[in-house]
């Protein structure tokens, strides 16, 4: 079946907004909480009407991007910003699964998803796609960075004016990665929960599209792909074992929604997936809740090098409890010179350069994997969300640096036993 024929079939399958708790509904509009519950909205479908639309060959047969998926996603209109954004690769680890002591270990890596380098891309495809739809002609953002770059990137393509907010302490890539794309940056002397505060009140003076505020029940919807991406890639089966970075929860709560909704129309089997998440000391209020056996999030004060998760009162953070607890996975913390190894690990076995998030994940993932919570004959994936060139300075000091030599061959032979010993040195201290 061809594309063209593909999108002659859609008609769109989301039919209202709902709260999260008590389920009051709302038009499909800019909103995003509950005016009595003060939960947030979330978007419903209809799964009959999804059913009739997809099938795996239908699929399969759409777009190298996340809008494969549009029936699932919250688009009334073929009219979509479609740049490429998704089909990562899985890889198949085998470096790091041997270090780890893993047989079935899988990396999703977003950290080349197009255009910005991270998994932002995803949901703000959707966001501006729906921002369209909605008739805003200006989009803006809070964000600790990858946020502001897919943002700034995916206006600049779509012909929509972009205002983003960013805390004012931004690792310099990521400011760099927005400012290139000629939006109006606003840098915020406080951390991200405040800069996020502004925003709403931005937000209702202006009446701009905020991609995480009033258009996040749209936005939320394409970390789902996420979900959707590795069933298919492992062969339209899900995994026995998810890890994921937390921030405000979203992106961990979405891939579970996103498997749950391949069960319910039957692309894949039924299984329990158990879901682990991530989060720094520096800013860890959902494993704080987590370890603590707690239903409710006691915000914190970020501090910490994982800027790109620090979001000090997460807005899902019940509901990540909520999934964690409910799938038998687990909820961990790591402090800044574990997240810096994790990076390097990764690196080192299996040539992928990631973000801070990314570090903060593996050195979660090998937690978790000495405290025998993970089985190392379970599928595993691990989500890689970010590149690390955005997040240099973090392992600035912490690596190697080049041989400098003169140009003769005699120089370069020294320089190499040097180089020799050192790791010989080296690992002669591991050992011990």
């Known amino acids: 079946m061809t594309q063209a024929a593909v999108a002659q079939e859609f008609t769109p399958t989301f039919t209202k907004l709902v709260s999260k708790e008590g389920g009051i ?17 979330e978007v419903a479908y209809d799964y009959d009407a999804i059913r009739r639309q997809v099938s795996r060959e239908k699929i399969q047969a759409g777009p190298n991007s996340i809008w494969r998926y549009k029936a699932f996603l919250p688009v009334a209109t073929d009219n979509v910003i479609d740049v490429g954004t998704g089909m990562t690769p899985l890889v198949k680890s085998n470096r790091l699964a041997r270090r780890l002591g893993l047989k079935n270990l899988y990396i999703k890596n977003d950290a080349v998803n197009t255009p910005t380098l991270s998994f932002k891309d995803r949901v703000v495809s959707v966001a501006l796609s729906r921002a369209r739809e909605l008739g805003f002609t200006t989009v803006s953002c809070s964000s600790t960075g990858n946020l502001a770059n897919s943002t700034a990137a995916l206006a600049a393509y779509a012909g929509l004016d972009c205002c983003v907010f960013i805390p004012a302490d931004l690792e310099a890539g990521k400011v760099l990665g927005t400012l290139i794309y000629n939006p109006t940056v606003i840098a915020v002397k406080g951390n991200y929960d405040q800069v996020n505060r502004l925003c709403s009140e931005v937000g209702n003076t202006h009446k701009w599209g905020f991609v995480n505020i009033n258009l996040r029940p749209y936005y939320s919807e394409g970390s789902k792909t996420l979900g959707f991406e590795v069933a298919e890639q492992l062969g339209w089966q899900l995994p026995d074992h998810i890890v994921a970075p937390l921030a ?19 692309l894949v089997k039924d299984k329990q997936v158990r879901f682990s998440g991530a989060q720094s000391e520096g ?13 409710f999030i006691t915000p914190v004060k970020p501090n910490t090098i994982a800027k790109s998760i620090a979001i000090g009162n997460p807005a899902d953070g019940v509901y990540a409890l909520d999934v964690a607890r409910k ?22 076995t299996e040539g ?36 690390g060139l ?8 912490y690596i190697g640096e080049p041989l400098v030599i003169e140009p003769k061959l005699d120089s370069f032979e020294l320089a190499l036993e040097r180089s020799r010993t050192l790791e010989r040195l080296e690992w002669q201290q591991v050992l011990v």
């Not at 979660?364 to 025998?372: D, I, Q, T």
């Not at 955005?390 to 000091?397: C, L, R, Y």
């Open 25 to 41: 509904e709302y038009p499909l509009e800019a909103l995003y909480v509950c005016e009595e519950t003060f939960s947030p909205l």
């Open 283 to 295: 800013c860890s209020p959902i494993a704080q809740a987590f370890r603590e056996e707690r239903d």
């Open 327 to 348: 799938t038998g996975g687990h909820i961990e913390s790591v402090n800044d010179a574990e997240i810096i190894e994790g990076m390097k690990l990764l690196a080192e």
């Open 390 to 397: 955005k997040t240099q300075e973090a392992v600035q000091g």
């Open 248 to 266: 405000s929860g979203s992106l961990y709560t979405k891939i579970y929604k996103g498997f749950q909704e391949f069960i319910k129309v039957g």
């Open 352 to 387: 992928i350069f990631t973000e801070t998030a990314g570090g903060t994940t593996i050195a979660v993932l090998k937690k978790l994997v000495e405290a025998r919570k993970i089985d190392p004959e379970e599928t595993t994936v691990v989500y890689i969300t970010g590149n």
